[in-house]
């Protein structure tokens, strides 16, 4: 997207991560948002705003951790900010292997694609995380790999279309 902060970018009139806050707002009791940049528009949304714990920008991992840090509840949802058409039962699914203990972490999944940054996790793998980071694993499924990880099978992959180039903005519109 030329270097825009995607969660910024409008789509209807709101910027999308306005849109996969409102779909995910009745699935969870808390929203934290991960952000690095622009963090007054972030803060407008009313929800706090957390910064990677590292200066040296780490990737989606580092964002994970703050949420792990700061959630106040035993599972943290992740999900980007460029995905606004997410499924309005994403959480009730993804938390189903975790409440029966089948897993520690569930990635959602729609035909032949896993979904490594829609996921849900237990809290308590905050300090296997800074592990990992500190080791140089920067990749999501590298992480979710070291943990008994499923995947969520959803049959709507345009739910998870994330919108990574002007043509996708252009034809979700």
Not at 40 to 58: I, K, N, R
Request: aromatic share 4%; charged share 20%; hydrophobic share 45%.
């Amino acid at each position: 997207m030329g270097g825009q902060d995607k969660g910024l970018i409008m789509l209807a009139g709101r910027p999308l991560v306005a849109h996969v806050v409102q779909r995910i707002a009745p699935q969870v009791a808390e929203i934290l948002i991960s952000a690095n940049r622009n963090l007054s528009d972030y803060q407008a949304l009313g929800y706090p705003v957390l910064c990677d714990a590292s200066p040296d920008l780490q990737g989606p991992l580092a964002g994970l951790l703050s949420g792990l840090r700061a959630a106040q509840h035993e599972w943290l949802l992740s999900v980007p900010c460029d995905t606004p058409l997410l499924p309005v039962n994403l959480v009730t699914e993804l938390l189903k292997p975790l409440l029966a203990d089948e897993a520690d972490i569930t990635v959602a999944q729609a035909g032949d694609r896993r979904h490594h940054v829609v996921m849900l996790c237990r809290r308590d793998l905050a300090a296997d995380l800074q592990t990992s980071l500190s080791a140089g694993v920067r990749a999501v499924h590298a992480w979710q790999a070291q943990h008994r990880t499923l995947a969520v099978t959803f049959p709507d992959a345009a739910a998870f279309a994330n919108l990574n180039q002007p043509d996708d903005l252009a034809r979700l519109r």
